[in-house]
RNA sequence: GGGCAGUUAGUUCAAUGGUAGAACGUCUGUUUUACACACAGAAGGUUGUAGGUCCGAUUCCUACACUGCCCACCA
């Protein structure tokens, strides 16, 4: 075998990963051996938005290391990759790529806009699993899912209606965060807060006996014109003996109460609040318990409605702003204006300004399955890792909301969910609140039914075609069904029994909440057990000066570029290198170069020792002959040292150290084998006595070095293998290898 | 506003209740039977600030500062 003075990946890594492609291992179903025990992991399926960026370097990267050590092992190992549609995200970028033509979504309908979006389901999908490819991962490509696939559709249908037989599911008219450009709800969890430079504004309301005047603080002036009240807290000693008098509510000519609530801060503004129902979270909230009107003003698209009255119907809510502005001026209601800076929402997806809204929206209560999801990680069914995490996990558990999952999108699971043409709900949301309360789950004022089929009759009036309802379920709901949902459930299939519950899943910190535990709560409804036994919320990749890397701010490192710099390996180690347990990771470009120069030792160490094997037969394989008379002090120390190091990485490995481990190894390869021993072995093999054991134990460290070392640089490692194996030695490829004894 | 991390060599990070280590970078030397992507060696740190416990703290405790993250309906 001759092997070049140095490492070139670009030789290598295609061909490589074709022949593990060819050797169909990554499917479990067609590995070697018995294989009683079995190792399970699923991939967080990337959108089909995205290009792989270094996170997702990182993340499937650990679960390769993983993979293949247990492949190794002995185990039947099941790495199970896929792609999600991605709701909003999705339909957002192709929305994008529409208007560069001109067109919106609502100048193409709902079907032909859907048509697009498959066609670049198609197109854009599996790029992103490919580039996957460059970095090594091998995952079952064969069992590769898409959560919209049909029989996935139906485990996502499927699961609606058990929760809708629970009673579990209603719907209802809240205030919610709407995005008025993607015209649609979203959750807490989509938008993101921004400081913004606004202005309080301090605004007389007469009282109604013309007996004067009282103020009210707000950053949003337009909003007055749907106000339903003014409230106070009822300790407050400066208007307690206004509670229950009436103010005329400027420019709309409304007479409107003031009401004391225990929610007012009396140290925020004046210590009197405007109450807005039907645009904002916390005034809805109240007026449920106070019974006030909730007047709708400002229409899906952000436009003031008719309710706004003459003036403002039509405008932005921004000009209506301006316009109710130069109104209280006109009349002096104007008191004063201060500079403020506070927080406001923006959607996540399209940077649009959220405007609450009232909306009659799907929800799933949590109350049981969060309950459920806290039991599941409080008695370690699945640990998160780092266990910091269970502190965050548990504290949004606590605190937990219901959740809205209905969009208004086009891009989704469509809800099981058939309306009567005829007959048309009369919905009255506090109505159906209290029904439920009292546990009764039908609400006779809606005018729907659930069902996996169309309805062949209307069960309502007899008489119509029912309509399937237009919302889409938000994109976690069908996310959150991943682990049994690939595999196969509802039907009870071998792979689901097999596999499932799996090992292990690799997360970012960002979706703790959005994904894992509601695949942890979703697991236990559906299967009664926890989708995972580890979850690992790995590192977040910063820049170097600990910013966040993103596209936007033109922050991001591609990692495919530095794999045409460094090869799949030197990158594979740079990242696992500095992947030391914290939470952030400061990328430095260093460690790649480290990793890269690591790969050109293993090479050169590998040369070397072929040189030895030169002298001798193929006998040097078989380690059995290795004398133990004749050890030197050597010989003994590096196989001790090798000993444990592998004990050390095992240890590492199951406490998911990866860049511990890989130290480990690095420091043993190099300085123990390479510098020390390698040296000494070039006198021991001048002297007869020693040389055949020399040139056996440096074949034995090198070989079981490279075993150890593949599932952190499987390219080169297999490369080296493949070498071996034409040099003589009896042997498969190194990816079905077992992992040294 | 509440909570969680981090702050150590030029850079990215380790480690430890007893005078701090690695990688990359820098400097000097070396082509010696794999590797100059190497080898041998060197320089480089009052371990964020201020207190406290201790014979002794970078390590434990308390404040503070800065950075990052999570959670939260303050108009």
Same mark, same amino acid.
């Not at 090992?503 to 942890?520: G, Q, T, V």
């Not at 002090?633 to 000993?643: A, E, G, S, T, V």
């Not at 150290?657 to 021993?677: I, P």
């Given at each position: 075998m001759k092997l070049n003075t140095a490492y070139n990946p670009k030789d290598v890594e295609e061909r490589i990963y074709k022949?593990?492609?060819? !050797?169909?291992?990554? +499917? $479990?179903?067609?590995? $070697?051996?018995?294989?009683?025990?079995k190792f399970s992991v699923m991939m967080a399926p990337p959108n089909i938005t995205g290009s792989l960026h270094l996170g997702h370097a990182l993340e499937n990267t650990m679960i390769d290391i993983l993979i293949r050590m247990k492949r190794m092992q002995g185990f039947k190992t099941l790495w199970l990759p896929g792609i999600d549609h991605a709701g909003i995200a999705a339909q957002n970028v192709v929305e994008k790529s529409l208007r560069k033509e001109g067109l919106r979504r609502q100048d193409l309908g709902r079907e032909k806009f859907t048509e697009k979006m498959w066609a670049w389901k198609e197109k854009y999908g599996h790029i992103i699993l490919g580039q996957l490819k460059k970095i090594g991962a091998l995952p079952d490509w064969s069992r590769t899912r898409f959560t919209l696939d049909h029989d996935y559709a139906k485990a996502v249908q499927e699961a609606f209606i058990h929760y809708h037989k629970k009673g579990w599911i209603y719907r209802g008219e809240r205030v919610i965060n709407w995005c008025p450009r993607c015209e649609t709800g979203i959750s807490d969890l989509e938008i993101e807060y921004r400081e913004e430079k606004g202005k309080l504004y301090h605004i007389k309301y007469p009282l109604a006996d013309k007996s004067g005047f009282i103020t009210v603080a707000t950053t949003r002036p337009e909003t007055m014109l749907g106000d339903a009240a003014v409230a106070v807290n009822p300790k407050d000693g400066r208007y307690k003996h206004l509670v229950g008098k009436f103010v005329a509510l400027p420019i709309q000519n409304r007479r409107i109460p003031v009401i004391a609530d225990r929610g007012v801060d009396m140290d925020f503004g004046t210590g009197a609040v405007k109450v807005t129902p039907a645009h904002d979270v916390a005034d809805f909230e109240?007026?449920?318990?106070? +019974?006030? $009107? /909730?007047?709708?003003?400002?229409?899906?698209k952000g436009i003031m409605a008719n309710t706004a009255g003459p003036i403002c119907e039509g405008l932005k809510?921004?000009?209506?702003?301006? &316009?109710?502005?130069a109104e209280l001026q006109k009349f002096e209601l104007l008191e004063k204006t201060e500079d403020y800076v506070h927080n406001v929402a923006f959607c996540e997806r399209c940077s649009a300004k959220i405007e609450p809204r009232l909306s009659k929206q799907w929800f799933l209560k949590m109350a049981k399955l969060s309950e459920s999801a806290i039991k599941t990680i409080k008695s370690k069914e699945t640990a998160l890792h780092p266990k910091k995490w269970e502190k965050m996990a548990l504290n949004w558990l606590k605190n937990i909301r219901d959740w809205n999952i209905s969009r208004q999108l086009w891009w989704g699971h469509q809800l099981p969910v058939w309306f009567c043409k005829n007959q048309t709900g009369v919905f009255n949301f506090q109505f159906s609140i209290s029904k439920q309360k009292k546990g009764k789950n039908k609400i006779k004022d809606d005018n729907f039914i659930v069902s996996l089929e169309k309805p062949k009759e209307c069960p309502i009036c007899k008489n119509c075609e029912m309509e399937q309802s237009v919302d889409v379920l938000d994109t976690w709901f069908s996310s959150a069904l991943w682990p049994f949902a690939t595999l196969g459930w509802p039907q009870k299939t071998a792979d689901l029994k097999t596999y499932y519950p799996t090992d292990y899943i690799a997360s970012a910190r960002e979706i703790l909440n959005l994904w894992i535990i509601r695949m942890i709560f979703s697991g236990k409804e559906f299967t009664g057990k926890s989708p995972f036994k580890t979850a690992h919320i790995h590192a977040t990749i910063l820049t170097k000066e600990g910013k966040r890397m993103s596209k936007s701010l033109g922050t991001g490192i591609d990692p495919l570029l530095l794999i045409d710099k460094y090869g799949a390996d030197a990158t594979r180690f740079g990242l696992i290198y500095q992947n030391l347990g914290n939470q952030d990771i400061r990328f430095a470009e260093d460690a790649m170069i480290t990793g890269k120069k690591f790969? +050109?030792?293993?090479?050169?160490?590998?040369?070397?020792?072929?040189?030895?094997?030169?002298?001798?037969?193929?006998?040097?394989? +078989?380690? &059995?002959?290795?004398?133990?008379?004749?050890? !030197?002090?050597?010989?003994?120390?590096?196989?001790?040292?090798?000993?444990?190091? /592998?004990?050390?990485?095992?240890?590492?490995?199951?406490?998911?150290?990866?860049?511990?481990?890989?130290?480990?190894?690095?420091?043993?390869?190099?300085?123990?084998?390479?510098?020390?021993?390698?040296? &000494?072995?070039?006198?021991?093999?001048?002297n007869p006595k020693l040389a055949k054991n020399t040139a056996q134990i440096l074949f034995y460290i090198l070989t079981n070095s490279i075993k150890m070392l593949h599932p952190f640089l499987p390219f080169i490692t297999e490369e080296i293998w493949g070498g071996l194996k034409s040099e003589g030695l009896q042997t498969d490829a190194l990816i079905i290898e077992s992992w040294p004894k």
């Amino acid at each position: 075998m001759k092997l070049n003075t140095a490492y070139n990946p670009k030789d290598v890594e295609e061909r490589i990963y074709k022949l593990w492609e060819k !050797s169909g291992c990554f +499917n $479990p179903d067609k590995l $070697p051996g018995k294989r009683t025990k079995k190792f399970s992991v699923m991939m967080a399926p990337p959108n089909i938005t995205g290009s792989l960026h270094l996170g997702h370097a990182l993340e499937n990267t650990m679960i390769d290391i993983l993979i293949r050590m247990k492949r190794m092992q002995g185990f039947k190992t099941l790495w199970l990759p896929g792609i999600d549609h991605a709701g909003i995200a999705a339909q957002n970028v192709v929305e994008k790529s529409l208007r560069k033509e001109g067109l919106r979504r609502q100048d193409l309908g709902r079907e032909k806009f859907t048509e697009k979006m498959w066609a670049w389901k198609e197109k854009y999908g599996h790029i992103i699993l490919g580039q996957l490819k460059k970095i090594g991962a091998l995952p079952d490509w064969s069992r590769t899912r898409f959560t919209l696939d049909h029989d996935y559709a139906k485990a996502v249908q499927e699961a609606f209606i058990h929760y809708h037989k629970k009673g579990w599911i209603y719907r209802g008219e809240r205030v919610i965060n709407w995005c008025p450009r993607c015209e649609t709800g979203i959750s807490d969890l989509e938008i993101e807060y921004r400081e913004e430079k606004g202005k309080l504004y301090h605004i007389k309301y007469p009282l109604a006996d013309k007996s004067g005047f009282i103020t009210v603080a707000t950053t949003r002036p337009e909003t007055m014109l749907g106000d339903a009240a003014v409230a106070v807290n009822p300790k407050d000693g400066r208007y307690k003996h206004l509670v229950g008098k009436f103010v005329a509510l400027p420019i709309q000519n409304r007479r409107i109460p003031v009401i004391a609530d225990r929610g007012v801060d009396m140290d925020f503004g004046t210590g009197a609040v405007k109450v807005t129902p039907a645009h904002d979270v916390a005034d809805f909230e109240m007026s449920l318990r106070h +019974n006030l $009107p /909730k007047i709708k003003i400002i229409d899906e698209k952000g436009i003031m409605a008719n309710t706004a009255g003459p003036i403002c119907e039509g405008l932005k809510a921004i000009e209506c702003r301006e &316009k109710v502005v130069a109104e209280l001026q006109k009349f002096e209601l104007l008191e004063k204006t201060e500079d403020y800076v506070h927080n406001v929402a923006f959607c996540e997806r399209c940077s649009a300004k959220i405007e609450p809204r009232l909306s009659k929206q799907w929800f799933l209560k949590m109350a049981k399955l969060s309950e459920s999801a806290i039991k599941t990680i409080k008695s370690k069914e699945t640990a998160l890792h780092p266990k910091k995490w269970e502190k965050m996990a548990l504290n949004w558990l606590k605190n937990i909301r219901d959740w809205n999952i209905s969009r208004q999108l086009w891009w989704g699971h469509q809800l099981p969910v058939w309306f009567c043409k005829n007959q048309t709900g009369v919905f009255n949301f506090q109505f159906s609140i209290s029904k439920q309360k009292k546990g009764k789950n039908k609400i006779k004022d809606d005018n729907f039914i659930v069902s996996l089929e169309k309805p062949k009759e209307c069960p309502i009036c007899k008489n119509c075609e029912m309509e399937q309802s237009v919302d889409v379920l938000d994109t976690w709901f069908s996310s959150a069904l991943w682990p049994f949902a690939t595999l196969g459930w509802p039907q009870k299939t071998a792979d689901l029994k097999t596999y499932y519950p799996t090992d292990y899943i690799a997360s970012a910190r960002e979706i703790l909440n959005l994904w894992i535990i509601r695949m942890i709560f979703s697991g236990k409804e559906f299967t009664g057990k926890s989708p995972f036994k580890t979850a690992h919320i790995h590192a977040t990749i910063l820049t170097k000066e600990g910013k966040r890397m993103s596209k936007s701010l033109g922050t991001g490192i591609d990692p495919l570029l530095l794999i045409d710099k460094y090869g799949a390996d030197a990158t594979r180690f740079g990242l696992i290198y500095q992947n030391l347990g914290n939470q952030d990771i400061r990328f430095a470009e260093d460690a790649m170069i480290t990793g890269k120069k690591f790969c +050109n030792k293993i090479w050169n160490a590998t040369r070397f020792v072929l040189l030895q094997t030169e002298n001798f037969q193929f006998s040097i394989f +078989n380690f &059995k002959t290795i004398s133990k008379l004749k050890l !030197s002090k050597y010989d003994k120390k590096i196989l001790n040292d090798f000993k444990k190091t /592998k004990k050390e990485i095992e240890k590492q490995l199951e406490k998911y150290e990866f860049g511990k481990a890989l130290r480990k190894l690095y420091d043993f390869f190099w300085h123990d084998f390479c510098d020390v021993y390698i040296e &000494k072995s070039k006198q021991q093999s001048a002297n007869p006595k020693l040389a055949k054991n020399t040139a056996q134990i440096l074949f034995y460290i090198l070989t079981n070095s490279i075993k150890m070392l593949h599932p952190f640089l499987p390219f080169i490692t297999e490369e080296i293998w493949g070498g071996l194996k034409s040099e003589g030695l009896q042997t498969d490829a190194l990816i079905i290898e077992s992992w040294p004894k």
